[in-house]
């Protein structure tokens, strides 16, 4: 222990310095609190901002325990008129140095820790108990008599000596029981405290501070702003068929996740499409000149020990491969002049352990056009399909979870912005229509050789298909077929059908043919497709399919 004269003297030096040195005292950085305020979302990174409260009269504070995800060359710093701000400086140190940006873990993990040392201790303390207890009742003999022998207990004395010793090992035994069951409480809440901490041990080894220097006569307010990494959100849909109407109702959602390293508690949050990580201009033509190309020399042999290690890999291609192993969302829709974004209304929680966050975006009742469609050389069945045009505002790519008439079907994807129909709608397939039955007759394939010398070969295909529409009501039939393109001006093809279809090129593919027409309840359709492929004898024909 210090003297007191020491401390006294120590504590005089102090003052006497801080009177001598006002400049010095308030030059010091202070430490201050902020909170997140408000986090905007982007497919793969965000971007964060903190608002401290600066102290009247401060000339420099430090804004410490930010992530080690945070970008440095992305800072910015505003704070209100009546702040002057200077320079800032970003430090990174070991989080385990920095006693103040101990994870909240320690402290719960080492309190179940002392807790169960505890329980523990008592546990063996009863352990001695039983051991004497057990020492007592195998004496078995009562007091001794001044020669030094045992005198012989009396039934009494036996009664009293068996009862008290039932009594205390009863006891002992109901609390080492009571100990072992809080024990296994103990350990059971430990374990998963321990699993998070070592789990984001890696990703908060590291932490960043912000030293700024400014002057300021009054409290004020300053905000700090930096993008952090390892951070996304993707759009997702449910969309409800009512073939009744027909209509589908399709409602936006999104899943938000991060793992920077902060948690983002009660925040306001923006989503946006919009992507700071990509390139900021395109690529310039590379201009296209003409030469001989010159003799390629004959590379030496190079020995088998001669032969240099693979390259160390770039520290940017280190990053990339970190950024690979973080949650990837693809969202590229774009609304107004360069993003859109989506505010949402209440303050969101999201934790920085990777766990999905699903908020609501909103819902759109689409008009549809149901199609029964069928492609019945692949497969002998028929899907219910509605044509949707694109609703208004921006829908980014995404899953939907497809629900026809209340019952889930499946999942499948929307993009509106790949529509490639002639009309410009988008399809969305709400499962098999069972009451749709389809035929394939056989496979009529014949060859043979034409010309004057037998110089070229004729392949002749035909396919037929019957569809049968066994539901009450009358529905909208397309038939898919896909027909012979050929590649080769040496190759001919000639294609008949019965009855023609409406579309040689459905959307906008050559070769794909649809038939397309209402067929009545109980009614029977018949499709036909013969197609002639000639070609020299000489030549092997490829195909592909």
């Known amino acids: 222990m210090r003297p007191l004269a020491s401390t006294n003297a ?148 036996i009664a009293a000596t068996a009862d008290a010793l039932r009594k205390s090992a009863h006891e002992s035994q109901t609390r080492a029981h009571q100990l072992q069951r809080k024990q296994e409480a103990l350990e059971l809440a430990l374990k998963p405290l321990t699993a998070e901490r070592e789990r984001t041990a890696s990703q908060r080894a590291q932490v960043v501070s912000v030293t700024v220097t400014l002057a300021t006569d009054r409290e004020a307010e300053l905000r700090l702003s930096y993008q952090v990494r390892g951070t996304g959100w993707q759009p997702t849909y449910r969309a409800t068929l009512d073939a009744a109407k027909p209509s589908v109702l399709l409602e936006r959602q999104a899943l938000v996740a991060q793992n920077s390293g902060e948690d983002w508690s009660n925040v306001q949050l923006t989503l946006s499409t919009g992507q700071p990580g990509r390139a900021t201009q395109g690529r310039l033509p590379r201009p296209w000149t003409l030469d001989i190309a010159p003799p390629t020399p004959k590379a030496a042999p190079v020995p088998a020990m001669a032969m240099a290690a693979p390259a160390p890999a770039s520290p940017l ?106 009309n410009g709608t988008s399809s969305l397939a709400f499962g098999r229509d069972d009451l749709i039955t389809v035929r394939t007759e056989p496979v009529q394939d014949l060859t043979g050789s034409t010309g004057f010398t037998g110089s070229r070969v004729e392949r002749r295909t035909r396919r037929a298909y019957a569809v049968e529409n066994r539901h009450k009501t009358p529905v909208t039939l397309q038939v898919l077929h896909a027909a012979p393109v050929s590649r080769n001006e040496k190759i001919e093809v000639e294609s008949r059908y019965q009855p023609q279809p409406t579309d040689l090129a459905w959307n906008r593919n050559p070769g794909t043919v649809a038939w397309q027409q209402p067929l009545a309840a109980g009614a029977t359709a018949q499709f036909s497709a013969e197609h002639t492929i000639r070609y020299p004898k000489d030549m092997e024909l490829f195909e592909r399919q």
């Open 10 to 157: 120590v504590a005089l030096t102090a003052a006497w310095v801080a009177a001598a040195s006002p400049a010095l005292a308030q030059d010091t950085a202070s430490p201050v609190t902020s909170r997140i305020a408000r986090v905007t979302v982007y497919p793969g990174s965000a971007t964060v901002e903190r608002v401290a409260k600066v102290p009247a009269g401060a000339r420099s504070i430090t804004l410490g325990c930010l992530p080690a995800s945070l970008d440095a060359q992305s800072l910015q710093i505003n704070a209100d008129a009546a702040v002057r701000v200077g320079e800032f400086n970003v430090r990174t140190e070991d989080r385990d140095v920095v006693a103040a940006c101990a994870s909240p873990l320690d402290g719960r993990i080492r309190e179940l820790e002392d807790q169960i040392a505890a329980v523990k201790a008592e546990a063996t303390s009863l352990q001695l108990v039983d051991g004497y207890l057990k020492s007592v009742a195998t004496a078995g003999a009562g007091p001794e008599t001044p020669g030094g022998r045992l005198q012989a207990a009396t039934p009494a004395q």
């Open 317 to 422: 291609a280190r990053r990339n491969l970190a950024e690979d192993a973080l949650p990837s969302f693809e969202v590229t829709s774009t609304d107004k002049a360069f993003a859109t974004e989506f505010a949402v209304p209440q303050r969101i929680t999201v934790p920085s352990n990777g766990q999905r966050v699903t908020l609501a975006l909103g819902s759109y009742t689409a008009p549809a056009t149901l199609v029964t469609r069928t492609v019945p050389a692949m497969e002998e069945a028929a899907y219910l399909v509605a044509e949707l045009a694109p609703p208004p505002g921006v829908w980014p790519v995404g899953n939907a979870n497809l629900y026809r008439d209340g019952a889930f079907v499946g999942t499948g994807r929307i993009d509106f912005a790949a529509a490639t129909s002639a």
